[in-house]
Nanobody, 124 residues
Framework: QLQLVESGGGLVQPGGSLRLSCAAS????????IGWFRQAPGKQRAGVSC????????NYADSVKGRFTISRDNAKNTVYLQMNSLRPEDTAVYSC?????????????????WGQGTQVTVSS
């Protein structure tokens, strides 16, 4: 059973940076495409970014393009989300999710395994 644990969230000022990590235990993460999602209070969950099994294909929500970068290190069983130029509207609980297969999706309903999430707060 694949288990995912997110880390790296916290409080940051507008314009700052954070790097989130999604660490997997159980089966090797190399078999799975990974997505990052976020949910702000009172809002629906939204796809932020996703990465294919080998890392050669990525997608980003329009709101984060040019600011966020997704990457993975299959040898370390970890996927990262580097977030730069953070804005107050990026405040949310960020969760990673996994689906066995090659290509990723920005639709959370396509994923089978989820982490518990990590809080990101952007505020001065």
């Amino acid at each position: 059973q694949l288990q995912l644990v997110e880390s790296g969230g916290g409080l940051v000022q507008p314009g700052g940076s954070l790097r989130l990590s999604c660490a997997a235990s159980g089966p090797t993460l190399a078999y799975y495409a990974i997505g990052w999602f976020r949910q702000a209070p009172g809002k629906q969950r939204a796809g932020v970014s996703c990465i294919s099994r080998r890392g050669d294909s990525t997608n980003y929500a329009d709101s984060v393009k040019g600011r966020f970068t997704i990457s993975r290190d299959n040898a370390k069983n970890t996927v990262y989300l580097q977030m730069n130029s953070l804005r107050p509207e990026d405040t949310a609980v960020y969760s990673c999710a996994a689906v066995r297969g090659y290509y990723c999706s920005m639709d959370g309903f396509n994923y089978d395994y989820w982490g518990q999430g990590t809080q990101v707060t952007v505020s001065s």
